[in-house]
């Protein structure tokens, strides 16, 4: 059993390597696996394979807490500092108030069923403690309007239980895979479910011009010193947060300790809000243009390294020991989805607008665009852009949803 986390490290990255080269092969067996098995669930499930033969002990590793304060930090810096928001405004209201409504779902879904749970069946889950549902459900409420860096941010504020993290890390990849390929055979059908739906698709034509100037924005061949640029700034941002927490968490301690409940005592809570404010900022000026260079795609490397090391922590035994969980994650999935679907049809929406809108939520930017390209290659710039957008929202969202759930859960 392996336990030295520079060998477990490496193996994540030969992992990773193997996962990427086979999904670009052209033979018709991998084709076939990656269309059902997309490289994202991949990069989570497959690491959890070494822990579950036994192969790695990943107990005493301290790769997660690495990761969660030093990459997570920079990926989100990253992903933020490319958002154009008017950009975003100029593809139209539809799919940006589905986009809005479906974490709308996901805020409220999970405490809806949360609710429904403390009236009907209170013996079922637990209340109390780091292990405690409302707190693991928080972390699945980031991932789920934003991801994983996003999820790694609610396990700190809301000081969650590695048992209850696990299984919510199993919860989204099971469901994720599962509603991505939902969303996969109804693009393969959007022409028929829009005519049975009476949906007005001329707004499609504009969508489509307005994704194909975004992806006609000129991109350079990334220099040395383009590198260094986003490096520099990821993790200078990252640093930020970090000083800027050391400052105010002592201070809300010892001046506001009552607001501890609200997690304004929590370091993490701070360097996450600092750096999406940061970054936010960052967007509005010259910093924006490292995504010329590649800085998203910096970010994405440092964001399957995240996925793969919290694929670490997933126990694939989770769904047989505590399948009350998966009955959770599957009746908010439905409130997200349902929502999604109503405001649909009262706009006359097609399906390609509610199918990426709900997958910028619960996919993010590493699945929205697979989604978005299945209805039309052109889309996958807009995909991106709500899904960065989501980063930025989601870790204020995802701390409602938390607070939210923490209300509804019996004292």
């Not at 709308?104 to 069923?113: A, D, E, K, N, Q």
């Not at 599962?178 to 949906?199: P, R, T």
């Not at 924006?288 to 590649?294: S, T």
Request: overall charge neutral; hydrophobic content about 55%; glycine content about 8%.
């Amino acid at each position: 059993m392996i336990t030295a986390d520079p060998v477990i490290f490496g193996l994540i990255a030969l992992l990773l390597g193997a996962i990427f080269y086979t999904s670009k092969l052209k033979q018709p067996f991998w084709q076939k696996l990656y269309r059902f098995m997309p490289v994202m669930v991949m990069c989570y499930f497959l690491p959890s394979l070494f822990n579950a033969t036994g192969l790695i002990d990943p107990t005493d590793s301290q790769l997660a807490a690495i990761s969660s304060r030093y990459l997570m930090p920079a990926c989100l810096c990253l992903l933020i500092i490319s958002v154009d928001l008017k950009a975003i405004l100029q593809l139209g209201p539809k799919l940006i108030i589905l986009f809005l409504v479906g974490g709308v779902g996901v805020i409220l879904g999970g405490p809806i069923v949360l609710y429904g749970f403390a009236a009907l069946a209170p013996d079922s889950i637990a209340w109390s403690g780091s292990d405690a549902a409302w707190r693991g459900m928080a972390t699945l409420a980031g991932n789920w309007v934003g991801g994983t860096a996003n999820q790694l941010a609610m396990k700190e504020v809301f000081a969650v239980g590695d048992d209850i993290f696990s299984i919510m890390i199993t919860v989204n990849v099971v469901f994720s895979a599962i509603w991505m390929s939902f969303l996969l055979f109804c693009a393969k059908h959007a022409a028929v479910i829009d005519n049975k739906l009476g949906a007005n698709t001329s707004g499609l034509v504009v969508l489509q011009q307005s994704a194909a100037t975004l992806e006609k924005h000129v991109k350079r061949t990334p220099q040395l010193t383009d590198l260094m640029l986003i490096f520099a700034v990821g993790f200078g941002v990252m640093g930020l947060g970090h000083g800027g927490a050391d400052l105010l968490v002592p201070f809300f301690q010892r001046e506001y300790p009552e607001l501890a409940k609200f997690s304004l005592t929590s370091e993490f809570f701070w360097i996450v809000i600092i750096v999406t404010c940061v970054s936010v900022l960052l967007s509005y000026t010259k910093v924006r243009h490292l995504e010329d260079v590649g800085a998203s795609n910096v970010a994405s490397v440092m964001l399957y390294f995240l996925i793969a090391i919290m694929g670490l922590q997933m126990d694939i035994t989770a769904i047989a020991d505590f399948p009350i969980y998966f009955i959770i994650g599957f009746l908010w999935l439905l409130v997200h989805a349902l929502l999604v679907i109503v405001i649909g049809l009262i706009t006359r929406s097609p399906v390609a607008y509610m199918a990426i809108a709900s997958q910028c939520n619960l996919g993010g930017a590493a699945s929205s665009p697979v989604v978005a390209i299945a209805f039309h290659k052109g889309f996958a710039p807009v995909a991106v852009l709500l899904s960065v957008l989501g980063y930025a929202l989601a870790t204020y969202m995802a701390w409602i949803c938390g607070e939210l759930l923490r209300l509804v859960t019996p004292s």
